[in-house]
């Protein structure tokens, strides 16, 4: 069966919105992190992209929701799937130049 593009990074994210004020709790971020790394690990385990070897959209996507977790203190470092993505991700010029211009990354 296809499954949409998207649809790894749009579950990673309602998984972090049960971390988000009001109801944010340490126990939601707790429990959200095992499924944000089942949903990513399969995909992100063989091939640099959700998509393979091109980054794309679903890629920002899913790097804009696990940048979320941090502010929810969610830690994801026992995530390596997600922390190399992030990593991948964040190295990119044009991630670079966004994260710098929204504040987000100082120079």
């Not at 998984?15 to 995909?43: H, I, N, Q, Y």
């Not at 994801?76 to 990119?92: E, H, K």
């Not at 991630?95 to 987000?104: D, H, I, P, S, Y």
Request: glycine share 4%; proline share 9%; net charge positive.
């Amino acid at each position: 069966m296809f499954a949409p593009p998207n649809r790894p990074a749009k579950a990673v994210e309602q998984a972090l919105e049960s971390a988000f004020p009001p109801v944010a709790s340490a126990g939601a971020c707790r429990a959200a992190a095992p499924l944000v790394d089942e949903l990513t690990r399969c995909s992100l385990t063989h091939q640099p992209w959700l998509l393979g070897e091109r980054f794309s959209v679903a890629d920002a996507y899913l790097f804009t929701v696990t940048n979320w977790a941090r502010h929810v203190g969610m830690d994801l470092s026992p995530l390596p799937a997600i922390t190399a993505f992030q990593q991948r991700a964040a190295g990119r010029p044009r991630v670079r130049a966004a994260l710098l211009a929204e504040g987000l990354l100082r120079d």
